[in-house]
């Protein structure tokens, strides 16, 4: 390393360590020895000679008498528990009053009643989006996985559901649930993504946050048999080139598959995180195509068809396809989702307390392997920097990435960009553009994975700006 870079490395760590120390409120040292108090016992009375005991301490008065701290309680419950959790009565003193018994719950854990998180839902009802600004590490709560929905949600019986493979097969099946885990399983950890993800935020900047830009994406680990095996139980005849895929839900949702991926690392699924899918996600089992836009992993997964030519469904031909505005025409059958990535903190409605440091912090994905790296701009795209990517970067999987940020308190535009193994990186919104030209309305600008940029004004507000203004 040169020594001027080598000194500007410098720079920047003693800047980065000094902005850290100035987290946080300091507190007198009586009073960390109170919160650090050992048991109360005969032999450490008089210890200190300002000490209150433990039980004073936690109890409230003696504390108050002896340094004169303001006693803060827990607030009064919630009145109404969100979605996933129960309520509680909330403790005065959680060390003075024992605590509910197991099984309150009915067996089945809960979260917190004080995390509200949820998935936002379309006025139509059609997609919940999964709140990606809040979020931790890569995994995605199967509760908060984001959904897309042509017909409803089907409340499925699997004592009477079946997959049928037919066509030209050698040999037609038909299989339960029951007999699919019999069959040797895998796990795998993938991200899916819906195609038509940010494909509104292409000309203008439309959607306020993170949740409502990027959130048809989420990360899962899915447990299933590999398509491929069933497929050796079945035998193909020759010439068998597509299948298709077809649910049991009241869009009766098909779309073509071409066989080779379906021999390669194609997967009929029917566990998520530990678990039974939930309904929302497909139960009691879905075709899943890692990598591939989402609508394409059909759910409640009911009949696979192999043939000779593929099927031009609806889904794939009137939807599902890549418009060129300056030609006229459609691009189909385009699966793969390119590498994206998307700053999650700060983000959209966020609002900074302060200059000084900070963590940004995103996720970063492609449909083609792994992600190779993750750079950061916080001059709207002037320049670039490299950001480290947290262990384990998986193909196929979010990765999350971060970058330290001292902020100077003036306004300022952050971007990230991905870069896969491949070598493909994230495009701009005007190499999108000039690529497939401008889609001022109708439908959507399906596989949009434009760089996304968040502007922070001076006061610490964060809001989605377009670089094309």
Request: one cysteine or more.
């Amino acid at each position: 390393m040169h020594s001027d870079d080598f000194e500007h490395d410098h720079q920047k760590t003693r800047a980065i360590d000094e902005a850290l120390s100035r987290i946080g409120k300091p507190i007198p040292e009586a009073q960390a020895r109170y919160v650090a108090a050992l048991e109360d016992c005969e032999c450490k009375e008089g210890m200190f000679a300002l000490a209150a005991t433990r039980r004073q301490l936690f109890g409230g008065a003696g504390v108050v008498a002896a340094v004169g701290m303001t006693t803060m309680l827990p607030g009064p419950a919630m009145a109404k528990a969100p979605p996933g959790a129960g309520e509680y009565p909330v403790q005065a003193d959680s060390t003075k009053e024992q605590g509910r018994m197991m099984g309150a719950d009915g067996g089945y854990g809960l979260r917190s009643q004080f995390e509200t998180d949820v998935r936002w839902v379309n006025p139509t009802k059609t997609a919940g989006f999964s709140p990606l600004q809040n979020s931790y590490g890569t995994i995605t709560p199967s509760g908060l996985h984001y959904e897309r929905h042509h017909g409803g949600i089907p409340n499925i019986d699997p004592a009477r559901h079946g997959l049928v493979i037919h066509g030209m097969v050698d040999r037609p099946m038909r299989y339960s649930l029951a007999d699919l885990r019999r069959f040797p399983t895998v796990s795998r950890t993938y991200f899916m993504e819906c195609s038509g993800t940010t494909g509104s935020e292409i000309m203008k900047a439309r959607e306020p946050t993170a949740q409502r830009t990027h959130g048809l994406v989420s990360t899962s680990e899915w447990t299933g048999v590999p398509f491929s095996t069933l497929l050796k139980q079945t035998g193909l005849k020759p010439g068998a080139a597509w299948v298709l895929a077809e649910g049991a839900d009241a869009a009766v949702m098909t779309r073509s598959v071409p066989i080779d991926k379906c021999l390669s690392d194609a997967l009929i699924v029917f566990a998520q995180n530990g678990e039974a899918m939930r309904p929302e996600q497909g139960y009691p089992m879905r075709l899943f195509l890692p990598g591939w836009e989402g609508n394409i992993s059909i759910k409640w997964l009911r009949r696979l068809e192999v043939s000779d030519k593929p099927f031009y469904t609806r889904e794939e031909t009137a939807k599902y396809s890549d418009l060129i505005t300056t030609t006229g025409k459609s691009r189909i059958f385009t699966f793969t989702m390119e590498a994206k990535s998307v700053i999650t903190f700060p983000s959209g409605e966020m609002k900074l307390p302060g200059a000084g440091f900070y963590e940004i912090t995103g996720l970063a994905w492609s449909g083609r392997g792994k992600i190779a790296r993750v750079e950061v701009s916080t001059d709207g795209g002037k320049s670039w920097h490299l950001a480290s990517l947290q262990d384990p970067v998986l193909a196929i999987s979010q990765t999350r990435f971060h970058f330290p940020w001292i902020w100077d308190g003036t306004a300022a535009v952050i971007q990230s960009r991905a870069t896969d193994e491949t070598g493909y990186s994230q495009p701009t919104h005007q190499q999108l553009i000039v690529e497939r030209g401008p889609l001022e309305s109708g439908s959507l600008f399906y596989h949009m994975n434009a760089v996304q940029s968040w502007g922070i004004a001076a006061d610490g507000s964060v809001k989605n700006v377009h670089p094309l203004g």
